[in-house]
């Protein structure tokens, strides 16, 4: 995945789990919550949909690397540098 | 021996569902099972006549717009990925709360609220202004004092009697296990979810949202078996390594799970568990409060018979409000106060062409389940008598719907017993509430009624929250 595919996985995720949320403006550099309504529920299903489609481990005290779309890309894309993108699923 | 579970469920009501579809969602193999033959427990419905009976509707409290933020009912449709307008809510015209000197109305505007008590009370402005704020800035993340009870924070607020009583009727009629009083956080919570957020109806009652909960529940690969009564909950392990481990139904069948989540209520969830457990459970694990309900469906609607708009009307005949169970014999009911209310009165994109009316009064559990178990005519006479005189006294608050009446069904604490599995037909559990759902033995949790949250759409909290923290949590 390049870095732009993973702020589209990150969306892609976002999308399933607020479907009611207006996505497209989201500013990459924000923070998500001040955007968006993420609360802690909304984290922890971002993390169970990363380990469910990618299979990748985030652990409870990296959680506030998921802060903005940057910082998603910052920390999953090493992580994610050699699994294919699935959007829609 | 069947393949084991990741998690069984004990109920297919609004808990057990909603805990089921957060499991299913992330591929837990979850099977739930519901020991009657219809799913939804205290908010389900029946078919009589051709007509379709909601049980424990009333109103779904916690209405928010789309898209509201940090509110319950967003949190809740996130959680389980259903979309607002996939529950075809309705908004409430008004409703009331009737006392006989005074009347106050809320609707989903909290400025109508505001407005009505600076009418009606206007040296308790301020005390109000200050209640509310209390409310407000109440977090609801922070672990509440559930023996911190109502009455004693609002006298710090309110000091009119008449309003204070005025402000506990709905919030006791609508979750308190409590007799005479409500624990403050539920108070705090209810006040939120009736005069900041509101009422809704999902267009044709409660089946469609059961159908839409139990289609995506399945969707997921969730598994649901009714009239399955668990007989016990089976546990491996001996000391401290004992934990639960699955189930044994009514008819001998064992089933096999990491974990077990029961909506059952405290008290017959470790009365499942065996002697030693069950023997633990106290008097203050068993609640008392329980309702009779009649149903009046009429030819015309109650705006029709009787210029009648109110969704719900709380009303109390005397200046102060005593919520207790009352004694056995007589009535088998409390007259003096009640809840009235009208699905008739709610937004509707194809509005109901029949009245309805539906009126619940406080009730002994005991005799009602005494006297259906001694003598089915004699419960069947009374069941009406009670009706009656609830009715008689209801109509001094809201339009009599009798001289239109086409069809009536009535149900007391015994038919709740029955079908929901509530020792005494206790409709809000036990008046202690455990919180975070964990109960003595490992690996069994509660969610529902007993896990402490109320209505329609904290029942789904209660088991979306519960199935993340002890089921999805990484650390679980």
Redesign the interface.
């Given at each position: 995945m390049t870095r732009d595919e993973v702020i589209l996985a990150i969306k892609d995720i976002i999308e399933?789990?607020?479907?009611?949320?207006e996505l497209d403006s989201l500013d990459v550099d924000e923070r998500l919550r001040d955007q968006i309504?993420l609360?802690s529920?909304?984290f922890?299903?971002i993390?169970?949909e990363l380990r469910?489609r990618y299979g990748v481990?985030v652990?409870?005290e990296d959680y506030k690397e998921l802060a903005s779309l940057t910082s998603c890309a910052d920390y999953l894309g090493p992580k994610l540098e050699n699994v294919e993108l699935k959007v829609g699923v | 021996m069947s393949e084991k579970y990741d998690a069984i469920l004990i109920g297919a009501g609004m808990s057990g569902l909603a805990a089921g579809i957060r499991l299913a969602q992330y591929d837990k193999r979850v099977l739930i099972l519901e020991k009657h033959y219809l799913w939804g427990g205290l908010n389900s419905f029946y078919k009589r006549r051709g007509r379709i009976f909601d049980v424990g509707l009333h109103a779904l409290t916690n209405f928010a717009p789309k898209g509201r933020r940090g509110v319950p009912l967003t949190k809740l449709l996130r959680q389980l990925r259903i979309r607002h307008s996939d529950l075809q809510l309705g908004e409430q015209n008004y409703s009331e709360i009737a006392f006989p000197t005074e009347r106050l109305r809320f609707s989903n505007e909290f400025e109508l609220f505001e407005s009505e008590i600076a009418r009606a009370f206007p040296d308790q402005v301020d005390g109000f202004a200050k209640l509310t704020e209390a409310i407000f800035a109440y977090d609801s993340f922070t672990p509440p004092d559930p023996d911190l009870l109502a009455r004693g924070e609002l006298a710090k607020f309110i000091t009119e009697p008449l309003l204070v009583e005025m402000l506990m009727l709905p919030m006791c009629y609508y979750g308190s296990a409590i007799p005479g009083d409500i624990a403050w956080y539920q108070f705090a919570i209810l006040f939120k979810s009736f005069y900041d957020e509101g009422f809704a109806r999902p267009e044709g009652g409660i089946r469609p949202l059961l159908d839409l909960l139990v289609k995506r529940y399945k969707s997921l690969g969730g598994e649901l078996r009714m009239k399955s009564g668990v007989a016990e909950i089976l546990q491996q392990g001996a000391g401290s390594l004992r934990s639960a481990a699955g189930v044994r139904l009514e008819n001998g069948e064992e089933i096999f799970a990491d974990q077990v989540l029961s909506s059952a209520g405290f008290g017959p969830t470790m009365e499942m568990c065996g002697a030693e457990l069950g023997a633990r459970v106290t008097d203050e694990d068993r609640g008392q409060l329980s309702f009779n309900e009649t149903v009046i469906v009429t030819d015309k609607t109650p705006m029709d018979f009787g210029n009648y708009g109110a969704a719900i009307t709380f009303f109390n005949d005397s200046d102060t409000f005593d919520y207790r169970c009352p004694a056995p014999g007589g009535l088998g009911i409390d007259p003096r106060s009640g809840v009235i209310c009208s699905p008739n009165n709610y937004a509707a994109t194809e509005p109901l062409t029949e009245g309805w009316m539906r009126f619940t009064a406080l009730a002994s559990a005991s005799h009602w389940g005494d006297l259906a178990q001694a003598d089915a005519t004699e419960y069947a006479t009374q069941k009406q008598r009670a009706a009656e005189a609830f009715l008689d006294s209801a109509s001094r608050f809201a339009p009599d719907p009798r001289p239109f009446e086409i069809d009536r069904d009535l149900f007391t604490p015994n038919t709740i017993r029955r079908f929901c599995g509530h020792p005494k037909g206790a409709v809000y559990g036990a008046p202690k509430k455990r919180l975070d759902g964990a109960t003595e033995l490992p690996g069994l949790f509660l969610m529902g009624t007993d896990q402490g949250l109320l209505g329609v759409v904290g029942a789904m909290l209660s088991g979306i929250s519960m199935a993340n923290r002890h089921c999805l949590q990484p650390t679980a």
């Open positions: 399933t789990i607020a479907p009611d949320e309504e609360d529920m909304d922890l299903d993390v169970m469910k481990q652990p409870e | -």
